[in-house]
């Protein structure tokens, strides 16, 4: 690890546990800078920059708000699994982006809730595990066998 604290001031297990409460504020920045893109505007007047970065903050908050609607559906439906689960925020982004505009434009509040209804329900079937409660460890060469596949080309 790269610090500029001494070995003899922390242990590595406390730097380890510090770095663990500091895990989500990490993930908020990989949200706001990557996935939704938050120092990308769409023009340069301050009030267009102002207005980039509000929409960007009300997406998120909106993101929160159904990930944790989504995450409280899967631990209701998986109280007796051993293994803690939540919904993938990448996966809630990705919904919001394609059903934003259409909840926006629902007038009707019991069309609106059902709609909300749905996304929480698509939502609780990608799901990730939490901390250490993977069923299997992941292995490092997953992936690899995609690499090398040949594609098929059409002529």
Not at 52 to 74: G, P, R, V
Request: charged share 30%; hydrophobic share 40%; proline share 3%.
């Amino acid at each position: 690890m790269l610090t500029n604290i001494d070995p003899q001031e922390m242990s590595d297990d406390a730097l380890a546990d510090l770095y663990m409460k500091r895990w989500g504020i990490e993930t908020k920045y990989l949200e706001l800078k990557d996935r939704l893109q938050i120092n990308e505007f769409s023009g340069e007047c301050v009030n267009t920059v102002l207005q980039d970065i509000y929409a960007t903050l009300y997406i998120s908050n909106l993101t929160a708000f159904i990930c944790f609607e989504a995450d409280e559906a899967i631990n209701q439906e998986s109280s007796a699994s051993k293994h803690e689960r939540k919904a993938k925020r990448s996966v809630c982004i990705a919904a919001l982006r394609t059903r934003f505009v259409d909840l926006c434009l629902l007038d009707n509040p019991l069309m609106r809730d059902a709609a909300l209804a749905r996304l929480v329900e698509d939502l609780k079937a990608d799901v990730t595990y939490i901390g250490k409660s993977k069923p299997r460890p992941r292995t490092k060469n997953r992936f690899q066998a995609a690499k090398h596949r040949k594609v098929k080309t059409l002529l």
